[in-house]
């Protein structure tokens, strides 16, 4: 029997509760998700509550953007209405973690399709520029830094709780790609004190 059939019996099942956490607190639509079931998603498209619970890992969106699923995404924000600026545990937005992961195509779906918002800060006061800055791999993380600059609700001088901002850290991490793009930005200040009073030129001479 296929997979949707048999979810949709279990579902017409009295008492059923879908929206039990197993013990790394996630939903049996959290899982689907994870493996790229678009099919079972569109059984619960029409469930509220499901879909907007948020597990360990974030909202479903979180989910998906991890998996990587473009499709899943793309569903979940026009079929199901996700939140595209949710916060997961620690504050960041599925736009934090495409770029975390250097989702090149989901951080551009997100970011020039889907209105997500670049500035938001998550618990330890970074924007996604700021995690774009730091990202290993240079091809990728440099074309994440470039298609966040390129887009002007984009603010390049936010600073974590630490004063940094993403020139702050490009510098401190070494990424030469993002300190050329960063620099060429035309709202860049570098000249932004961290809470320990040093701007992004002290930092470089310190380090290098």
Do not use: W
């Amino acid at each position: 029997m296929h997979r949707c059939k048999v979810v949709q019996r279990l579902l017409n099942i009295p008492g059923v509760r879908s929206s039990i956490k197993n013990n790394n607190g996630r939903t049996p639509l959290h899982l689907a998700v994870e493996q790229n079931y678009i099919d079972i998603l569109d059984i619960f498209a029409n469930n509220h509550r499901i879909v907007h619970t948020v597990a360990t890992r974030g909202t479903l969106l979180h989910v998906a953007v991890d998996a990587g699923n473009v499709s899943i995404v793309s569903a979940l924000v026009y079929r199901t209405g996700a939140d595209i600026n949710a916060r997961d545990t620690v504050g960041q937005t599925p736009l934090h973690h495409a770029v975390i992961r250097q989702n090149t195509t989901i951080v551009m779906m997100l970011v020039n399709e889907l209105g997500a918002n670049m500035n938001i800060q998550d618990i330890y006061g970074s924007t996604p520029l700021h995690h774009a800055s730091v990202a290993p791999g240079p091809s990728s993380s440099s074309y994440c830094t470039q298609i966040l600059l390129q887009h002007p609700c984009t603010e390049p001088n936010i600073q974590n709780y630490h004063g940094f901002t993403p020139m702050h850290m490009a510098v401190i991490t070494g990424c030469v790609d993002n300190v050329r793009q960063l620099c060429e930005h035309r709202n860049i200040d570098i000249n932004v004190l961290s809470t320990d009073a040093k701007m992004p030129l002290v930092e470089a001479i310190e380090i290098n």
